[in-house]
């Protein structure tokens, strides 16, 4: 289980428990990594900023708006949209590199230029098709955090 420390956010009372949302800053290692001067990925990530993710959690624990809550996520969810984002634009890259390759280019009677053209459209697609089932699966899994423990208090 990946655990992260969060902000409570707002809290809202029902009849069998507490809805409570989240706020939690996504942490990069390019602000503790001695090279983050040199490396492409510290300067994007300083470039960039960052992002504040919105977790939804429901509790039957009284919480505060302010206090910091250490939440638990199941690895299950990171390592699909991993697969996702990274497969998906490559599976689309190499479906549209076969298909100009053996369908495309020997009706047009065209060479490697439309190959190319194609693969590199197939490739966009797959970006936003990625982006599509990554956004539903993020939705899907700020559902499932638990909450572990509020800081200040004993460990359960």
């Known amino acids: ?14 009849s069998s428990g ?15 990594c001695s090279s983050q001067k040199s490396c492409g990925t ?4 300083k470039a960039v900023g960052s992002k ?3 977790w939804h959690l429901f509790t039957d624990q009284s919480l505060k708006t302010g206090q ?19 497969l998906t ?9 076969v298909v100009a390759h053996l369908w495309v280019a020997p009706l047009l009677g065209l ?3 439309i190959v190319i053209l194609i693969s590199a459209l197939f490739a966009v697609s797959g970006i936003a098709l990625a982006k599509r089932l990554a956004s539903r699966l993020e939705q899907q899994s700020s559902q499932q955090v638990i909450l572990l423990r509020v800081l200040g208090e004993p460990i359960r």
Request: aromatic content about 4%; proline content about 3%; hydrophobic content about 45%.
């Open 68 to 86: 910091v809550v250490e939440i638990g996520m199941a690895e299950k969810s990171l390592l699909q949209s991993a697969a996702i984002v990274y």
């Open 42 to 45: 510290g300067i994007v990530s």
């Open 89 to 97: 634009p490559l599976f689309a890259l190499i479906l549209g590199a």
């Open 52 to 54: 504040v993710l919105h």
């Open 1 to 14: 289980m990946m655990t992260a420390l969060a902000t409570v956010s707002s809290v809202t009372p029902k």
């Open 111 to 113: 060479g490697e230029g």
């Open 18 to 32: 507490y809805d409570v949302e989240l706020s939690c800053e996504q942490q990069t290692s390019c602000s503790s």
